[in-house]
């Protein structure tokens, strides 16, 4: 388990990358007031589990464990 620094908050911690396995990923979508439509999906790209200073899992204050997720997002809008 290697570890690398990231930013969070303005602030660099370590965190390990997480392997996962897609289970779903759905569209999200809205019609807009003007009649028109978008459609937005979020993917992930990258999950993270943040490091404490000896190493271990870290929780968030209120005890979840502390995970950063990059992502992406694909957008179609439509008149």
């Given amino acids: 388990m290697q570890s690398k620094k990231i930013n969070v908050g303005g602030q660099d911690v370590d965190a390990v990358e997480v392997s996962f396995s897609i289970v779903r990923e759905d569209w999200n979508e809205y019609e807009l ?17 943040v490091l404490d200073d000896a190493g271990k899992p870290a929780r968030t204050p209120d005890g979840e464990p502390f995970i950063v ?3 992406s997002n694909q957008v179609v809008a439509s008149d």
């Fill in 69 to 71: 997720v990059q992502t």
């Fill in 33 to 49: 007031a003007d009649g028109g439509h978008v459609r937005l999906k979020t993917t992930t790209q990258r999950i993270l589990r």
